[in-house]
């Protein structure tokens, strides 16, 4: 059983900058219906004008991952980490105990389009990290490549978190199933594009809350179709 999401009915903070849409209350987006889904908290879909950029700010105890779609982002933290973040690019940055970091467009005049994903960690108080791994289209076409994961397995960052976060490809009529095992939930959400989600058709910012197992069939129903896909431990 699936329960839907669409990308309208999301909050919304435009600051001129910034066009972000929040699938889960975030910032001055208060909604207690939509606070998360399991351990998944933020799922922000930004995008940041030439230039603009989000100054140095605090973070604790969160997973925070970063997926480009289009343009690069510049990002530096308090750990001495810099780095261009591009299409293809999957970071993640554990808050931990505190980390201080910024977000910058990198190209002074093209837009910059991005997923900003929070994840709650296994523990509080963790030590503060960072990692940046590129996966590129081939990798993920046609099959769900594994991106981040609780072990770091099959190449993918580390998530301090028992989540599997898949992207995929599929291409259009390009279909894919995925099993859900007891003790789990997962999260679908269309990156850009249109896919059908267990015969629902969804467009690009739209998402699925998958409440119990069983299997899930994505089917692209454009040739642009990027879909992720979180499998959680409850």
């Known amino acids: 059983m699936l329960t839907l999401r669409r990308a309208e009915e999301r909050g919304r903070a435009n600051f001129g900058w910034l066009d972000s849409r929040h699938t889960f209350s975030f910032g001055h987006y208060h909604d207690p ?3 998360g889904f399991g351990p998944l908290r933020v799922i922000n879909d930004d995008r940041v004008a030439g230039g ?3 100054p140095t700010h605090p973070h604790a105890d969160m997973e925070i991952v970063s997926y480009v779609l289009d343009g690069a982002l510049e990002h530096v933290d ?3 980490t810099g ?5 293809g690019d999957v970071q993640r940055m554990s808050a931990g105990t505190g980390i201080r970091h910024s977000e910058f467009n990198a190209s002074a005049d093209e837009p910059v389009h991005f997923l900003q994903i929070w994840i709650i960690p ?3 108080g963790l030590e ?4 940046q791994k590129n996966f590129s289209d081939d990798d993920k076409r046609g099959v769900l490549k594994l991106v981040g ?6 190449g993918s960052v580390i998530i301090h978190r028992d989540v599997d976060l898949y992207a995929t490809l599929p291409g259009k009529g390009g279909r894919i199933t995925h099993e859900i095992a007891r003790g789990r939930i997962g999260w679908v959400h269309i990156a850009r594009g249109s896919a059908s989600v267990n015969g629902e058709d969804l467009k690009a910012g739209d998402g699925a809350a998958i409440g119990q197992p069983g299997k899930i069939e994505l089917t692209g129903t454009s040739d642009e179709a990027e879909i992720l896909l ?4 409850i």
């Open 230 to 233: 979180f499998d959680m431990a």
């Open 128 to 131: 503060p990290s960072y990692e």
């Open 78 to 80: 308090s750990l001495g």
């Open 33 to 35: 219906k939509h606070m």
């Open 149 to 154: 994961s609780g072990d770091g397995r099959e």
């Open 122 to 124: 296994e523990s509080r």
């Open 52 to 54: 603009g950029g989000f």
């Open 83 to 87: 780095s261009v973040i591009r299409p």
